[in-house]
């Protein structure tokens, strides 16, 4: 009895071990006393016990690896670069994948390293940044050729960080800076331009229209002084005492404007009526003498001796 249940007890144990299973994107590589027998694939699988073993399971899904380098470019600038390489069992090749490399992972690092030392010491450091992508391109393209006949294929190479120097970032960051700051006051400059071209053109355009102004005023005031002096000589008055009362006139106008504003700053000389009555005794003199002037003038005129031609000299 105790023989029966002992051999029951292994018989279930074979019978359990003859099956096996495997997870969905996994690969199960079994052999049968140290050699490769099959490769087996998700699902549930029958394997003789004792004699065959599950070696190793693959992953098949996507994974990815990141390498970070330390090299210089072309300007002698070290950098750390980071590449981050997508990478995938090819599932015909996972045979091939098992036996033929130890250590894919160091393998794929050893390419990375190689073809990022080749590719960034023939650029400089502002044109790392750019050409990135082409890095990138050529770490793909040089694995994908290398670990393909390994049972690996490489869905995709990134350039995810490229870190300069601390000293470096700083120097590039005070370039940044002066560079802007030049644009700016660049810019300060042209609108200060701006805004002195423009005051200009404002007063210049202001004084134009002030000098129109003041000469449209004259002239309104002499065709009103002319148009008094006339009617005054209608009157009987002659032109002197016409234009005397006129100046008087004013002058009184001009002193009841002072009074009418308060706030009036204009300051009119002389100011007093003794003042007032010697300018207009000033002025009719000045216009008295400049009248007998002008016809002492007009009576020596004919008695000029004529020359050869005919004609009186002139004075």
């Known amino acids: 009895m105790v023989y029966l249940g002992i051999l029951v007890f292994f018989g279930l144990v074979t019978l359990f071990a003859s099956f096996f299973t495997v997870k969905q994107e996994s690969a199960a590589v079994v052999e049968r006393l140290g050699k490769f027998l099959k490769v087996s694939h998700a699902g549930l699988h029958l394997k003789i016990p004792f ?159 002030q000098g129109q102004g003041i000469a449209d005023q004259r002239r309104e005031i002499a065709k009103g002084l002319e148009e008094s002096v006339k009617m005054l000589n209608a009157a009987g008055i002659n032109a002197q005492e016409a234009s005397a009362l006129i100046v008087v006139t004013q002058h009184y106008d001009t002193l009841h404007s002072i009074g009418a504003n308060n706030r009036s700053n204009l300051v009119l000389l002389p100011n007093s009526p003794q003042a007032a009555s010697s300018m207009l005794n000033e002025l009719v003199v000045s216009m008295a003498a400049t009248q007998k002037m002008d016809e002492v003038n007009k009576a020596q005129l004919p008695n000029l001796p004529k020359n050869r031609g005919g004609h009186q000299e002139q004075l």
């Not at 996507?62 to 970070?68: E, K």
């Not at 980071?82 to 996972?94: H, L, M, T």
């Not at 000293?167 to 400059?189: C, F, G, L, P």
């Open 51 to 209: 004699l065959d073993q599950i070696s190793k399971r693959l992953n098949l899904r996507i994974q990815q690896l990141d390498v970070i380098i330390d090299t210089k470019t072309l300007d002698n600038v070290f950098i750390k670069m980071k590449v981050s390489v997508q990478y995938q069992v090819i599932r015909e090749n996972v045979k091939d994948a098992y036996y033929r490399l130890e250590n894919p992972e160091n393998q794929i690092t050893s390419y990375v390293f190689d073809v990022v030392r080749a590719e960034v010491p023939k650029t400089k450091l502002d044109d790392v940044f750019v050409r990135k992508d082409d890095i990138a391109v050529a770490v793909k393209s040089e694995l994908q050729e290398a670990m393909q006949s390994y049972g690996y294929d490489i869905i995709k190479a990134l350039v995810t960080d490229i870190d300069p120097d601390e000293q470096v970032k700083h120097a590039m960051n005070r370039i940044n800076a002066a560079e802007r700051e030049k644009t700016a006051a660049e810019y300060e400059s042209e609108a200060q331009r701006i805004r002195i071209v423009a005051v200009a053109k404002a007063e210049a355009e202001s004084k134009k229209l």
